[in-house]
Each structure stands twice: as structure tokens, then as C-alpha cells.
């Protein structure tokens, strides 16, 4: 039973992403997700997150009106499309899951997850 987040890499200023995050063993359908991301030397943040029905997300005031997450059930997958991506996006990028959660506010992000990703890194060059 696990994540996988994957589609970081290196980007310059003003690019695109998009992250996957692909659950194997279970399925996503009844969870939470949210993405979190870490640079060096500063705390793991919030980014988004996607309610278990897909209709309530909310996004952290940095990336607001840059990144939009989504999720594809049958394909037991969610996605950050992350567009005019800044320097200060660099960081690892993980995502999380956890059980039944419909509306979604910055409170998900302080929530004992059941599943966690291993993290992908996203370097913005400036």
C-alpha cells in the first residue's frame, strides 16, 4: 500500500509541471489527497488539496491562480498542474491521503495522514 508522487524536474522561470500522485494496493477514491512541498532548509507546507468527491479544493495563497489540482478516480490518481512556476516553488513535492474528507480548507494539512508519498523534486531556475 503506497504513493508514488512523480513528473518533478527541472524547469526554468515561468514553465510548467504537472505532478501525479498514483496510489497502488488501495484505492483513492475515499480519500483526501494533498500535495505538500519542503525546501531546503525551511518546514514541510501545505500547497492543495482535493476533497474524496473531487468538489472542494483549496489552495495555499502562494501558488493560488498558478497551480490547479485535480484528481482521476478510475485512474486512482491525482494530479498538480503546476503553470508559472517561480524560484521559489523549488522544493520536494509530496503528496498525501487521508480518509473522507469533502471540504477542504488549510486545516487538512494538519491532519495524521494515513499514506504518504515519497516526494519528487521541483527545481526552478531563475
Known amino acids: 500500500l503506497q504513493l508514488q508522487a512523480s513528473g518533478g524536474g527541472l524547469v526554468q522561470a515561468g514553465g510548467s509541471l504537472r505532478l501525479s500522485c498514483a496510489a497502488s494496493?488501495?484505492?483513492?477514491?475515499?480519500?483526501?489527497i494533498g500535495w505538500f512541498r519542503q525546501a531546503p532548509g525551511k518546514e514541510r507546507e501545505g500547497v492543495s488539496c482535493?476533497?474524496?468527491?473531487?468538489?472542494?479544493?483549496y489552495y495555499a495563497d502562494s501558488v493560488k491562480g498558478r497551480f490547479t489540482i485535480s484528481r482521476d478516480n478510475a485512474k486512482n490518481t491525482v494530479y498538480l498542474q503546476m503553470n508559472n512556476l517561480k524560484h521559489e516553488d523549488t522544493a520536494v513535492y509530496y503528496c498525501a491521503a487521508d480518509l473522507y474528507h469533502y471540504d477542504m480548507g488549510a486545516t487538512f494539512f494538519s491532519y495524521d495522514m494515513d499514506y504518504w508519498g515519497k516526494g519528487t523534486q521541483v527545481t526552478v531556475s531563475s
Open positions: 494496493g488501495f484505492t483513492l477514491y475515499y480519500y483526501g
Open positions: 482535493i476533497s474524496t468527491t473531487g468538489g472542494s479544493t
